[in-house]
């Protein structure tokens, strides 16, 4: 049989993968074989081992262990892997259109912390907002100690800076529809392997699978919406940690179980109204424990 070698799974398909085998800049379509009638489905920052067919394509005969994978959490305890060894989420946020939904943002920051991978915080179309806006964000996301960067791919500002915080990681591009992450993933150059595995009838800009960019020693995927990352159920407790000027505060609260939602003596509130935790992050809390929390039903 011909030889197996080593690639890198840029995006998934139906029964087939996009993949850049190491050494190639062509990515390659590749078949996945059968394993006892069932195919094992890689899923983009797989590694693999693959023969190459007289078509040119692939085959994928192997998905070496994953490092970590990067999982949707979905009702009734059960997950998703969306991504595969994936060390650094990379949030989009724009500036204007849409709007900033900094909810959003909080939530793919706790999700961040939660997995314990690193974060990064774009913000888009400083063209479209007032500077202001900009330096308020900016000041924001980069005293809670995330790499915060503002930039415009259509004008490649900032891009380079961005190439540079991103080499020699394993990043996921996650942010609400329209934000720009598509146009930032073109702008570092990335591969654009959809056609044959675009999913139809999302509108044809957005981007219906995850593609992926390869950089020196890392890669970059381009994802899907952002609703694929929900948190599913997370207690205040679970959610706090997520928040790391919460976190750090909480210990002070009178009572150790303390939600920061009404009790006295609850030292996150204080730094709220002191001005100390910045209103629109505990704002971002309230709502997350809402989305997430389902308090356990009174026993009568
Ligand atoms: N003016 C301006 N427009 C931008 C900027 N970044 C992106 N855009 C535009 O915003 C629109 C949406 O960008 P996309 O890159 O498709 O957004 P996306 O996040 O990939 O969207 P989905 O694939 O639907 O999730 C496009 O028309 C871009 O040209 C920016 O910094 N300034
Ligand atoms: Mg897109
Ligand atoms: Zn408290």
């Given at each position: 049989?011909?030889?197996?070698?080593?690639?890198?799974?840029?995006?998934?398909?139906?029964?087939?993968a996009?993949?850049?085998?190491?050494?190639?800049?062509?990515?390659?379509?590749?078949?996945?074989?059968?394993?006892?009638?069932?195919?094992?489905?890689?899923?983009?920052?797989?590694?693999?081992?693959?023969?190459?067919?007289?078509?040119?394509?692939?085959?994928?005969?192997?998905?070496?262990?994953?490092?970590?994978?990067?999982?949707?959490?979905?009702?009734?305890?059960?997950?998703?892997?969306?991504?595969?060894?994936?060390?650094?989420?990379?949030?989009?946020?724009?500036?204007?259109?849409?709007?900033?939904?900094?909810?959003?943002?909080?939530?793919?920051?706790?999700?961040?912390?939660?997995?314990?991978?690193a974060?990064?915080?774009?913000?888009?179309?400083?063209?479209?907002?007032?500077?202001?806006?900009?330096k308020?964000?900016?000041?924001?996301?980069?005293?809670?100690?995330?790499?915060?960067?503002?930039?415009n791919?259509?004008?490649?500002?900032?891009?380079?800076?961005?190439?540079?915080?991103?080499?020699?990681?394993?990043?996921?591009?996650?942010?609400?529809?329209?934000?720009?992450?598509?146009?930032?993933?073109?702008?570092?150059?990335?591969?654009?392997?959809?056609?044959?595995?675009?999913?139809?009838?999302l509108?044809?800009?957005?981007?219906?699978?995850a593609?992926?960019?390869?950089?020196?020693?890392?890669?970059?995927?381009?994802?899907?919406?952002?609703?694929?990352?929900?948190?599913?159920?997370?207690?205040?407790?679970?959610?706090?940690?997520?928040?790391?000027?919460?976190?750090?505060?909480?210990?002070?609260?009178?009572?150790?179980?303390?939600?920061?939602?009404?009790?006295?003596?609850?030292?996150?509130?204080?730094?709220?109204?002191?001005?100390?935790?910045?209103?629109?992050?505990?704002?971002?809390?309230?709502?997350?424990?809402?989305?997430?929390?389902?308090?356990?039903?009174?026993?009568?």
């Amino acid at each position: 049989m011909s030889e197996l070698f080593p690639g890198l799974v840029l995006g998934i398909g139906k029964n087939s993968a996009w993949i850049a085998l190491d050494g190639e800049s062509e990515p390659r379509m590749a078949a996945l074989k059968r394993m006892r009638g069932k195919r094992e489905m890689p899923v983009s920052g797989d590694r693999v081992e693959a023969r190459i067919l007289e078509d040119a394509s692939a085959l994928i005969e192997r998905i070496l262990p994953r490092q970590s994978t990067l999982t949707r959490r979905i009702a009734r305890g059960r997950s998703k892997v969306m991504a595969a060894n994936v060390d650094t989420l990379v949030t989009v946020t724009s500036l204007a259109d849409p709007p900033p939904r900094l909810t959003t943002l909080d939530q793919l920051l706790v999700y961040s912390e939660l997995e314990s991978i690193a974060a990064v915080v774009i913000f888009t179309k400083p063209d479209r907002a007032a500077p202001s806006l900009r330096k308020e964000l900016g000041a924001l996301y980069e005293s809670l100690g995330y790499t915060t960067l503002v930039v415009n791919p259509k004008t490649g500002q900032n891009m380079d800076a961005l190439r540079e915080s991103l080499a020699g990681r394993k990043a996921m591009l996650a942010g609400v529809s329209g934000v720009g992450k598509s146009s930032i993933f073109r702008a570092l150059g990335g591969i654009a392997v959809v056609g044959e595995l675009s999913s139809a009838g999302l509108g044809k800009q957005t981007t219906s699978t995850a593609r992926l960019y390869r950089l020196p020693s890392g890669f970059l995927i381009d994802s899907p919406g952002v609703s694929e990352f929900g948190l599913g159920k997370a207690t205040p407790a679970e959610v706090v940690q997520g928040f790391p000027e919460l976190r750090e505060r909480a210990a002070a609260c009178k009572f150790n179980d303390c939600s920061h939602l009404t009790e006295p003596g609850c030292a996150v509130r204080t730094a709220v109204d002191a001005g100390v935790i910045a209103p629109s992050r505990y704002e971002s809390y309230l709502r997350i424990v809402e989305m997430c929390y389902t308090p356990p039903r009174a026993e009568y």
